[in-house]
Nanobody, 125 residues
Framework: QVQLEESGGGLVQPGDSLKLSCLLTGRTFSQYNMGWFRQAPGKERQFVASISWLGGSTFYSDSVKGRFTISRDNAKNTAYLQMDSLRSEDTAVYYC??????????????????WGQGTQVTVSS
């Protein structure tokens, strides 16, 4: 059974950086595409970024492109989301997700089979 555990969330000020981690256990990490989504209070869950199973392809939402970087270390079974130049509108619970090894941008929540519990990111002065 695949389990995902996010870490690295917290309270930061606008303009600061934060790096989220997502550890996958229970299956072979390199067999999964990985994605990050977020959900702000009162809003629907939205796509943030995705990375293919070997890390060769990455995709971003327009709202984070140029500020966030998704990466993965298959030797450590971990995906990362480096968040720079954070804004108040980035405040949300961030979820990592794992999906089957298929080609595509994987921007939809339905592209993923497993989800973490989420980690809170709050950007406030």
């Amino acid at each position: 059974q695949v389990q995902l555990e996010e870490s690295g969330g917290g309270l930061v000020q606008p303009g600061d950086s934060l790096k989220l981690s997502c550890l996958l256990t229970g299956r072979t990490f390199s067999q999964y595409n990985m994605g990050w989504f977020r959900q702000a209070p009162g809003k629907e869950r939205q796509f943030v970024a995705s990375i293919s199973w070997l890390g060769g392809s990455t995709f971003y939402s327009d709202s984070v492109k140029g500020r966030f970087t998704i990466s993965r270390d298959n030797a450590k079974n971990t995906a990362y989301l480096q968040m720079d130049s954070l804004r108040s509108e980035d405040t949300a619970v961030y979820y990592c997700a794992a999906g089957p090894k298929i080609r595509g941008e994987n921007r939809d929540a339905d592209d993923y089979s497993y989800w973490g519990q989420g980690t809170q990111v709050t950007v406030s002065s």
